[in-house]
Every structure is written in C-alpha cells, then in structure tokens.
C-alpha cells in the first residue's frame, strides 16, 4: 500500500502532525494567522497559542521516542559462568546445554554475544572424532583391551 505523500502532508491526520503543521505555516511559509486557522479548524487564538508555545518549548511537535534496554538484562553472575565455561574450551551450544540444565534461560546467540564483547573468538570447528561421534551421530566406544 503506498501513501499519497502530498495528501499526507497537506490533510493531517493526527493531532501533533497538525498542529506542526498549522505552527509551520505561520512561521516558515509566512501565511497569515486567520488562513491557517480556517485551513486547519482552528480558532485564530488557538493558532497564536500554538505558535506561543513552541516559542516557549512548551509545545512538543516531536514527542521523544522511548528506547529499549541499554544494559544486558543477564546477571553478571551469569556472564562470569558463561566466560569461565568458555575458558574451559566449551562451546556456545554446549555451554547454553549447561546453563539450561542449570536452570538458567539464556539463548545461544546471547551467549555468542556475551563472549564476542569479552574478547573470545568462535572455536574452531571440532572433528566428529573429538565429538566421539560418528557421522551417523552414534557414539565412538572405547576400545576394547
């Protein structure tokens, strides 16, 4: 769906939008008080007000946008057990097994990212045999004597 952006802009939907309007039409493209007002449904001193109060900055044209977290919501006891499993050669998906079984619910990508800004790199890829797996995913036994 795509919007008619000159309708958009000359015919004001919401509140804000048209009172930016309306101050904008006074101040920037220097049309009288009495047009505006009679274009936007406005009374003449609610246009004056409006152009008052933005003046003053009482009136807020652009409302300011609430952001997310700016912290990491995982505990840092739970950071220093990922980083010390890491230490210990466990990767990240073996590392979320045990936090899991913990009791801990931390996803693999967070865990990846928690390494990534403590400075750890991925590890290499390990072989089916230091899995002790074959490449049918059964286990490799020990050898017999």
Not at 87 to 107: F, L, Q, W, Y
Not at 113 to 139: C, P, S, Y
């Amino acid at each position: 769906m795509q919007i008619d952006l000159v309708e958009f802009f000359t015919n004001p939907i919401s509140n804000r939008q048209k009172q930016y309007e309306a101050v904008r039409a006074v101040v920037i493209d220097h049309l009288a008080v009495d047009i505006v007002a009679q274009k936007f449904g406005y009374q003449v001193s609610t246009v004056y007000s409006l152009v008052r109060n933005a003046k003053a900055g009482k009136l807020k044209l652009f409302p300011e946008v609430a952001k997310g977290p700016t912290k990491r919501r995982t505990p840092v006891p739970v950071q220093q057990t990922i980083i010390r499993y890491r230490k210990e050669n466990i990767s990240s998906p073996d590392i979320h097994n045990k936090m899991t079984a913990e009791g801990h619910r931390v996803s693999t990508k967070t865990i990846e990212r928690i390494l990534n800004e403590a400075g750890f790199n991925k590890l290499k890829r390990r072989t089916n045999k230091q899995l002790g797996i074959t490449k049918k995913n059964k286990l490799i036994g020990e050898r017999s004597q």
